[in-house]
């Protein structure tokens, strides 16, 4: 595709204009970024025969899900591409991750393919034993012969490690909701705890504490947490426990970062109203739904797509991040 500077002038247009329409087109899916200072492709969309337009389900994790930015795209890029998207009756955690009521939902829906979204690991392994072509976004999926993909939690989380330990953490701790645990850490936790052992930090239980999926569960890790020997840094999960974990705490006058530092793995527009600034996880969401795309393509032409997929992930270091309070004269 020709750069800003040349279609403006070919079609008298204000560059700021151009620059604005390519932009759309590439969220859109129809162009494709190739770095600063090369031109984007154009993605042509598939013209093959034997391309069918598929019936996908998409099993989401929770209702709150539904509107994420990501899944809106989701959707509508699958629609465009000629498919029809069924929203699954109940989601995964209306489900509570059990398996023989996943089983019965599924058989009860007529689709071609299924997108299953945050799973446990044992809703991915019988996910993975099915005829059905499944695509994991998010989840336990690393060690099952099905297509994924993900943010890259384990290098950018490596990296938060360092980090901390350069300003004195010694006592860090992972809060990740039932489903993100079970069956003992994911790769993305056990990158945090090898990388900590790699410093000397000791690891157990006490990094990866069990709770209750619920408000009040988080209510009493937390102040279980903080009885004795409190964590100097907290690396939460999901934007929402995050919020519902720095509001208890401040009621419990514990203040963010001078007596513990919070990080979000999880990016999420809330956090540019807050101060101070949140430390977070942040990862693009068009390279994770072009995948899903061209994997339902495939999947439409006949073609077997197993391919699992990590996107880049940024630390960005905010405000809510700082000294270990024993550094802090």
């Given at each position: 595709?020709?750069?800003?500077?040349?279609?403006?002038?070919?079609?008298?247009?204000?560059?700021?204009?151009?620059?604005?329409?390519?932009?759309?087109?590439?969220?859109?899916?129809?162009?494709?970024?190739?770095?600063?200072?090369?031109?984007?492709?154009?993605?042509?969309?598939?013209?093959?025969?034997?391309?069918?337009?598929?019936?996908?389900?998409?099993?989401?994790?929770e209702?709150?899900s539904?509107?994420?930015?990501?899944?809106?795209d989701?959707?509508?890029?699958?629609?465009?591409?000629g498919?029809?998207?069924?929203?699954?009756?109940?989601?995964?955690?209306?489900?509570?991750?059990?398996?023989?009521?996943?089983?019965?939902?599924?058989?009860?829906?007529?689709?071609?393919?299924?997108?299953?979204?945050?799973?446990a690991?044992?809703?991915?392994?019988?996910?993975?034993?099915?005829e059905?072509?499944?695509?994991?976004?998010?989840?336990?999926?690393?060690?099952?012969?099905?297509?994924?993909?993900?943010?890259?939690?384990?290098a950018?989380?490596?990296?938060?490690?360092?980090?901390?330990?350069?300003?004195?953490?010694?006592?860090?701790?992972?809060?990740?909701?039932?489903?993100?645990?079970?069956?003992?850490?994911?790769?993305?936790d056990?990158?945090?705890?090898?990388?900590?052992?790699?410093?000397?930090?000791?690891?157990?239980?006490?990094?990866?504490?069990?709770?209750?999926?619920?408000?009040d569960?988080?209510?009493?890790?937390?102040?279980?947490l903080?009885?004795v020997?409190?964590?100097?840094?907290?690396?939460?999960?999901?934007?929402?426990?995050?919020?519902?974990?720095?509001?208890?705490?401040?009621?419990?006058?514990?203040?963010?970062?001078?007596?513990?530092?919070?990080?979000?793995?999880?990016?999420?527009?809330?956090?540019?109203?807050?101060?101070?600034?949140?430390?977070?996880?942040?990862?693009?969401?068009?390279?994770?739904?072009?995948?899903?795309?061209?994997?339902?393509?495939?999947?439409?032409?006949?073609?077997?797509d197993?391919?699992?997929?990590?996107?880049?992930?940024?630390?960005i270091?905010?405000g809510?991040?700082?000294?270990?309070?024993?550094?802090?004269?």
């Open positions: 595709m020709p750069g800003s500077p040349s279609l403006a002038a070919e079609l008298g247009v204000d560059s700021k204009t151009i620059w604005a329409a390519l932009t759309i087109l590439e969220q859109e899916g129809i162009l494709f970024g190739q770095g600063p200072g090369r031109p984007r492709k154009i993605v042509m969309p598939s013209t093959s025969k034997n391309a069918a337009s598929l019936r996908i389900a998409i099993l989401e994790y209702v709150a539904l509107n994420d930015d990501y899944m809106v989701l959707r509508h890029k699958l629609t465009r591409s498919h029809r998207v069924i929203q699954s009756a109940k989601t995964l955690t209306e489900l509570q991750m059990k398996v023989p009521r996943i089983q019965s939902m599924v058989k009860e829906t007529d689709a071609d393919a299924w997108i299953v979204c945050a799973a690991r044992n809703v991915l392994q019988w996910f993975s034993n099915q059905t072509p499944v695509f994991a976004l998010f989840g336990r999926r690393r060690k099952f012969a099905i297509a994924g993909v993900g943010p890259d939690h384990e950018v989380g490596r990296l938060i490690v360092q980090r901390l330990v350069e300003l004195g953490h010694q006592r860090i701790v992972i809060l990740a909701r039932e489903s993100q645990r079970a069956g003992g850490p994911g790769r993305s056990q990158a945090v705890f090898d990388e900590m052992a790699n410093h000397g930090l000791s690891i157990g239980s006490y990094n990866l504490p069990e709770w209750e999926n619920s408000a569960g988080l209510q009493r890790v937390l102040d279980g903080f009885k020997t409190p964590p100097t840094a907290l690396i939460v999960d999901e934007p929402f426990v995050f919020h519902a974990v720095k509001d208890h705490l401040a009621r419990r006058g514990i203040i963010t970062p001078e007596d513990v530092s919070l990080i979000c793995r999880d990016p999420d527009q809330t956090f540019d109203w807050l101060r101070p600034s949140v430390a977070h996880v942040r990862w693009d969401h068009r390279p994770i739904v072009r995948r899903i795309v061209n994997w339902a393509a495939n999947i439409s032409q006949g073609k077997v197993r391919r699992q997929t990590l996107t880049k992930a940024e630390f270091e905010g809510t991040v700082g000294l270990a309070p024993s550094q802090r004269q």
